[in-house]
T-cell receptor, first 111, second 112 residues
Framework: KQEVTQIPAALSVPEGENLVLNCSFT??????LQWFRQDPGKGLTSLLL?????REQTSGRLNASLDKSSGRSTLYIAASQPGDSATYLC??????????FGKGTKLSVKP | SQTIHQWPATLVQPVGSPLSLECTVE??????LYWYRQAAGRGLQLLFY??????ISSEVPQNLSASRPQDRQFILSSKKLLLSDSGFYLC???????????FGPGTRLLVL
């Protein structure tokens, strides 16, 4: 059974700092790895999707990597801004699109 | 462009009452559809997914059911709500099973 873990559970950084969020999964037989952000009381916003055959994806200040063999993914955020404050969720995708989510990392970027 | 709607946004229901939550997608055809629940202190959990009209797969046994009467409509139901059904219910769609999932705004359900 797939389990997804995100460390740390919470992170507070000053504005402008580069940071890394970690995600680990127990079953390497995932079809993709997706990163989302969730603002309080809101739905999820898709950030990046990495297919199992890919190693990384980039979008603006965000870069996500995937290492299936070690069961790890990281989300790198460059030059953090207060608007980046949110909960970041990673999810491993199964063959039918069934996503298994971690519990998230709550990020706070202080001005 | 594609949009996904959910209603109602908030719902307070007594234990034992029925439930119907609706999700519709615009701007695409034959999407994969998903229902998730986010309960307090727990992560997002997939409840149901559908690859086509009338095709429903359940991920976990529970007090809920799902139906897909039309291509872009996904309904979550219960005949009798339990306290443990409280949570934040999210609907999502994707173009295919291994594509990006796009989430709706969610329905917050409180069962008293």
């Amino acid at each position: 059974k797939q389990e997804v873990t995100q460390i740390p559970a919470a992170l507070s950084v000053p504005e402008g700092e580069n940071l890394v969020l970690n995600c680990s999964f127990t079953d390497s037989a995932i079809y993709n790895l997706q990163w989302f952000r969730q603002d309080p009381g809101k739905g999820l916003t898709s950030l990046l999707l990495i297919q199992s055959s890919q190693r990384e994806q980039t979008s603006g200040r965000l870069n996500a990597s995937l290492d299936k063999s070690s069961g790890r993914s990281t989300l790198y955020i460059a030059a953090s801004q207060p608007g980046d404050s949110a909960t970041y969720l990673c999810a491993g995708g199964g063959s039918q699109g069934n996503l298994i989510f971690g519990k998230g990392t709550k990020l706070s970027v202080k001005p | 462009s594609q949009t996904i709607h959910q209603w109602p946004a908030t719902l307070v229901q007594p234990v034992g009452s029925p439930l119907s939550l609706e999700c519709t997608v615009e701007g695409t055809s034959n999407p994969n559809l998903y229902w998730y629940r986010q309960a307090a202190g727990r992560g997002l959990q997939l409840l149901f997914y559908s690859v086509g009209i009338g095709q429903i797969s359940s991920e976990v046994p529970q007090n809920l059911s799902a139906s897909r009467p039309q291509d872009r409509q996904f309904i979550l139901s219960s005949k009798k709500l339990l306290l443990s059904d409280s949570g934040f219910y999210l609907c999502a769609w994707s173009k295919g099973p291994r594509q990006t999932q796009y989430f709706g705004p969610g329905t917050r359900l409180l069962v008293l």
